[in-house]
């Protein structure tokens, strides 16, 4: 039932690093703009980075130079590299394809 499977989260220091991935079925990795989206406890989801299928790329304003999106065609993987992380990067992450396809989410836990 859940057509992208995400892969990375976990426990870090704050100034540390994570790197997420997200694996979509070539039908929808090829035709969809693939994005990562977080959630805290209490809070709206919203949109991390997101990225077209030609590399376009698009940050939210509180992780821009810290993250990078990027997609590896062959893999119909997208991954999320975080790096200086906060505590407030503190949610569970989510891989979005097109809106129409999301993941189950990977817990992403920064610790000051």
């Known amino acids: 039932q859940v057509q992208l499977v995400e892969s990375g989260g976990g426990l870090v220091q704050a100034g540390g690093s994570l790197r997420l991935s997200c694996v979509a079925p070539?039908?929808?990795?090829?035709?969809?703009?693939m994005g990562w989206y977080r959630q805290a406890p209490g809070k709206q989801r919203e949109l991390v980075a997101a990225?077209?299928?030609?590399?376009?790329?698009n940050y939210a304003d509180s992780v821009k130079g810290r993250f990078t999106i990027s997609r590896d065609n062959a893999k119909n993987t997208v991954y999320l590299q975080m790096n200086s992380l906060k505590p407030e990067d503190t949610a569970v992450y989510y891989c979005?394809?097109?809106?129409?396809?999301w993941g189950q989410g990977t817990q992403v836990t920064v610790s000051s």
């Open positions: 070539r039908s929808i990795f090829s035709l969809s703009i």
């Open positions: 979005n394809a097109g809106t129409i396809a």
């Open positions: 990225i077209t299928s030609t590399g376009t790329t």
